[in-house]
């Protein structure tokens, strides 16, 4: 069969991976399969008429774009098909809304090619396993399909057709936070593993529940193949959990160590692990195999709120954890996450006061949020939280709620709380040089001078909105190439503003009504931007 693949816009440098694994799977199984990636091209009225099936899919973020994918192809004529985790977090809500014909829940690979088989020999289709279809306005689905065990098997992912070249020779170093070790970085994504073998509360794994490790020699064998050609400096490893084993870890780290040796360039990477999985040994392992960038899921300080998360670890484990990280060079990448149903103003200020004391290491403060198919997203719909299910995918997906059993008055103290310590004591450095491509700045934790090149502070946009933003308004996250610390770069006048908020937030109902103006301000400069 004719098939377009529809990659939706990701709004940020995110590669959708998840789509080249299928176009793989489906060029395998011999269909002629064309591409077309919107964060490219927004052109779907004359692309759609040409195939006889559509495909698409991504995360509820995604949702306008897969909507009109959808709508575009049947109106040609087309068999729509929608995946991702959209679909298998809410199916029958999801088809619907975007009344496509069917849904593939979980993994893919081996759906869609089954589902496409029995379409063009036109058999029934319910004898395949993880699909999702409307008849008659009744809305069916088939019997679950098993994981994928052997991830070995599957084809290596077909980035080139999804515009991968195009991707990554237009990166910045100010594109992604994992990308300003390098002037010109150019990022490869792996896929080593899928799932995750614990179940914290506010996590969803769309591709099932059981935990998959691809093989070190099948990962090696793919980067063999597209690091030379795409000349690649820096892998971002995208499982939820890289590893939980410390031989699988070493392993990788003895044979990525050999690859980078056959290279005539520098090749860096990074991953996600759990804090059991750190400690100086481990450290020094990543960091002779070129590992320069750790992602941490810490989440909270106070042992009730990991307990009600579900998280299976202590306040001791992440101490000890950061601890180890800041006697090094490496990259520290974590959040703490605030509003967890379990949460008080008493368990808050635990995770604020080390934050407060660890502010060098870099972690993020932010709110739980409740992704559809999560345990907290349920928590909402049981509790009346979230009242509207499809309204609040389309339009407060990012919202904060109070899940907590803290009055509202409490829960918005603690959200001003949380912001005015971040604003006051996260590090941050004023810079000595802007110019259209680059910033030299001093870090706040070594005192060395850098300069980035081919960086942007802010997206570009018209000559006025970069001359407002880009000169005068911008604070722009950033590591430093030496020590491996996160900082904030800020103009003077929003370091202005972030003080003059800071005192305000003092008194929270006068610091509302400053943000709002804020917001308001940069809504215009928004809207002064090119299209």
């Avoid at 799932?195 to 769309?206: E, G, I, V």
């Avoid at 860096?268 to 999985?277: I, S, Y």
């Amino acid at each position: 069969m004719k098939v377009l693949v529809v990659a939706p816009r990701s709004g940020t440098k995110i590669f959708p991976v998840g789509l080249a694994y299928v176009v793989s799977a489906l060029k395998a199984a011999g269909h002629v399969v064309d591409c077309l990636n919107l964060n490219h091209t927004f052109d779907l009225n004359n692309a759609c008429c040409r195939y006889d099936v559509v495909a698409t899919g991504g995360l509820a973020c995604h949702f306008t774009d897969i909507k009109r994918v959808v709508q575009v192809a049947r109106e040609a004529g087309a068999t729509t098909v929608v995946g991702g985790g959209i679909i298998s977090s809410e199916p029958e809500l999801m088809l619907r809304a975007f009344q496509a014909d069917y849904g593939v829940i979980g993994e893919g690979e081996v759906t869609v090619c089954e589902l496409l088989s029995a379409l063009e020999k036109n058999t029934e289709v319910d004898a395949v396993q993880g699909i999702a279809y409307l008849s008659d306005d009744c809305f069916c689905m088939t019997d679950a399909r098993k994981p994928i065990m052997c991830l070995d098997e599957l084809p290596y992912p077909d980035y080139e057709s999804l515009g991968f070249r195009k991707h990554i020779d237009t990166f910045k170093p100010s594109d992604l936070y994992y990308l300003d070790y390098f002037d010109h970085p150019r990022g490869y994504p792996v896929v080593a593993s899928r799932s995750c073998p614990y179940d914290c509360t506010f996590c969803y794994h769309p591709l099932g529940r059981v935990y998959r490790q691809r093989s070190v020699d099948s990962i090696i064998e793919e980067l063999g193949q597209v690091v030379p050609k795409y000349r690649i400096n820096v892998l971002e490893i995208l499982d939820e959990l890289f590893s939980i084993d410390d031989d699988r870890l070493k392993t990788f780290c003895e044979r990525i160590t050999q690859f980078r040796k056959t290279l005539p360039w520098e090749l860096k990477w990074g991953c996600q692990l759990r804090v059991e999985n750190i400690n100086d040994e481990n450290l020094q392992m990543l960091r002779d195999a070129g590992c320069y960038n750790l992602s941490l899921g810490i989440e909270s300080y106070s042992g009730n709120v990991l307990d009600s998360m579900r998280k299976k670890i202590l306040p001791e484990d992440i101490h000890r954890a950061v601890h180890c990280i800041l006697k090094t060079d490496l990259r520290l990448q974590g959040n703490f996450i605030f509003g967890d149903p379990s949460e008080t103003m008493s368990t808050a200020e635990e995770t604020i006061q080390f934050w407060k004391k660890h502010s060098d290491a870099g972690i993020l403060l932010g709110f739980v949020q409740p992704y559809p198919g999560s345990e907290l997203y349920r928590y909402c719909l049981q509790k009346g939280i979230i009242c509207d299910r499809l309204d609040f995918v389309q339009h407060h997906l990012f919202d904060i709620f109070n899940m907590t059993e803290m009055p509202d008055e409490d829960f918005f103290r603690l959200r001003m709380e949380v912001l005015r310590v971040d604003y006051a004591h996260s590090r941050y450095a004023l810079p000595e040089k802007v110019e259209q491509n680059a910033i030299t700045v001093v870090c706040p934790h070594c005192d060395k001078r850098m300069t980035y090149r081919n960086f942007a502070v802010v997206d570009s946009g018209s000559v006025l909105f970069s001359l407002l933003q880009n000169r005068l308004l911008f604070n722009k996250m950033m590591y430093c190439r030496m020590c491996g610390r996160r900082f904030w770069v800020r103009s003077a006048l929003a370091h202005l503003f972030t003080v003059v908020v800071t005192n305000m937030l003092k008194y929270p109902a006068l610091a509302i009504r400053v943000m709002n103006v804020r917001n308001g301000v940069f809504t215009i400069l928004r809207k002064l931007r090119k299209p």
